[in-house]
T-cell receptor, first 111, second 110 residues
């Protein structure tokens, strides 16, 4: 079974709308990382969350970590075409092993 | 930002041939990783290294070997390439706030 589940798999939103992407782990989370990827390019680091209840924001993107639920959410406010891409969550589930990643959420923003 | 480069960026090779991908970093990071990215599977760990000559297997290591003779270079070798190894390969280094990824190598095995 997949260790890290992302939902939805894909999302199409109208420009200006808000959206949320979720990442749920089947194991305890020691750290949760969000990345963005443009098609054909590498992964760009967005945010790292390590403590339960932690919330971080950068421009119009906010990420939260619910340690009890072993879940993180990524919220984009007033989406823009520049937000389009694939969003991946990566998790440290043991404290000292390589990150495991979800399958990604493909976001399209239409005018 | 950490300097991490992958080479080549694109490669087409024939089934059965050996292929080596290179990852080079400029900032002396101890941990380096190779992942592959495929539609429907996301990123999967192939091998990783925690120091010179210290490596370990990941989730999808069959058919791959790695070497790290210098801190700055982490090589991924496909001993005999198969069509199932057609993929995009990413190298990453571990920094205090997460991983930094290279730009990727798109490998096609025909």
């Amino acid at each position: 079974s997949q260790e890290l589940e992302q939902s939805p798999q894909s999302l199409i939103v109208q420009e200006g709308k808000n959206l949320t992407i979720n990442c749920t782990s089947s194991k305890t989370l020691y750290g949760l990382y969000w990345y963005k990827q443009k098609y054909g390019e590498g992964l760009i680091f967005l945010m790292m969350l390590q403590k339960g209840g932690e919330e971080k924001s950068h421009e119009k993107i906010t990420a939260k970590l619910d340690e009890k639920k072993q879940q993180s959410s990524l919220h984009i406010t007033a989406s823009q075409p520049s937000h389009a891409g694939i969003y991946l969550c990566g998790a440290d589930t043991s404290g000292n092993t390589p990150l495991v990643f979800g399958k990604g959420t493909r976001l399209s923003v239409i005018a | 930002d950490a300097g991490i480069t992958q080479s080549p960026r694109h490669k087409v090779t024939e089934t059965g041939t050996p292929v080596t991908l290179r990852c080079h970093q400029t900032e002396n990071h101890r941990y380096m990783y190779w992942y592959r990215q495929d539609p429907g599977h996301g990123l999967r760990l192939i091998h990783y290294s925690y120091g010179v000559k210290d490596t370990d297997k990941g989730e999808v290591s069959d058919g791959y070997s790695v070497s790290r003779s210098k801190t700055e270079d982490f090589l991924l070798t496909l001993e005999s390439a198969t069509s199932s190894q057609t993929s995009v390969y990413f190298c990453a280094i571990s920094e205090w706030d997460g991983y930094t990824f290279g730009s990727g190598t798109r490998l096609t095995v025909v």
